[in-house]
T-cell receptor
């Protein structure tokens, strides 16, 4: 069965410093993995997705994530945080043979001025 | 621009009332989904539909039903609302064909059951 674990419920960074949001997954097959972002009172928006092509995936707003099969990780990074990055971030894995997605519990990113 | 709209942003209902949440997408997507979002639990799938009049139960279907009479519209029904159904409800849609197709989300309906 597929599952996803976000290792931090809250992350706080200063503006201009790097962002790291951690995600580990469990899957018995080669998964598709996603990161979604949710700004306050908004729906979810896709940041990036991995679908077994390049292991380093670039997304919108300067975010990127690296698929590491040996570590079963898909961590999200950004070199320099901006105030507008403050939001909740969800790591997501697809279910084999289905349109279903399994969501992590979310990481709330706080950006300090 | 692609769009998924939900009929209400905020809704307050009383215990025992029948509640309808409506979702409309303008992207001609085959798949539509209803999730509920609760703090610390992420999103949990209630039901999804892969075609008109077709539906499948998700992970937490108890207390809910759905209706899809037209391709663009997917309704979530709470037959008899209860306080434990107070939550944020999110609708999404996607193309069929591949499990890695992106899901597009609506803005959500925050439902409070008193």
């Amino acid at each position: 069965a597929q599952s996803v674990t976000q290792l931090d419920s809250h992350v706080s960074v200063s503006e201009g410093t790097p962002v790291l949001l951690r995600c580990n997954y469990s899957s018995s097959y080669s998964p598709s993995l996603f990161w979604y972002v949710q700004h306050p009172n908004k729906g979810l928006q896709l940041l990036l997705k991995y679908t077994s092509a390049a292991t380093l995936v670039k997304g919108i707003n300067g975010f990127e994530a690296e698929f590491k099969k040996s570590e079963t990780s898909f961590h999200l990074t950004k070199p320099s945080a901006h105030m507008s990055d403050a939001a909740e971030y969800f790591c997501v894995v697809s279910v084999s043979g289905s349109y279903k997605l399994i969501f992590g519990s979310g990481t709330r990113l706080l950006v300090r001025p | 621009d692609v769009k998924v709209t939900q009929s209400s942003r905020y809704l307050v209902k009383r215990t025992g009332e029948k509640v309808f949440l409506e979702c409309v997408q303008d992207m001609d997507h085959e798949n539509m989904f209803w999730y509920r979002q609760d703090p610390g639990l992420g999103l949990r799938l209630i039901y999804f539909s892969y075609d008109v009049k077709m539906k499948e139960k998700g992970d937490i279907p108890e207390g809910y039903s759905v209706s899809r009479e037209k391709k663009e519209r997917f309704s979530l029904i709470l037959e008899s609302a209860s306080t434990n159904q107070t939550s944020m409800y999110l609708c999404a849609s996607s193309l069929s064909g591949r499990s890695h197709n992106e899901q597009f989300f609506g803005p959500g309906t925050r439902l409070t059951v008193l």
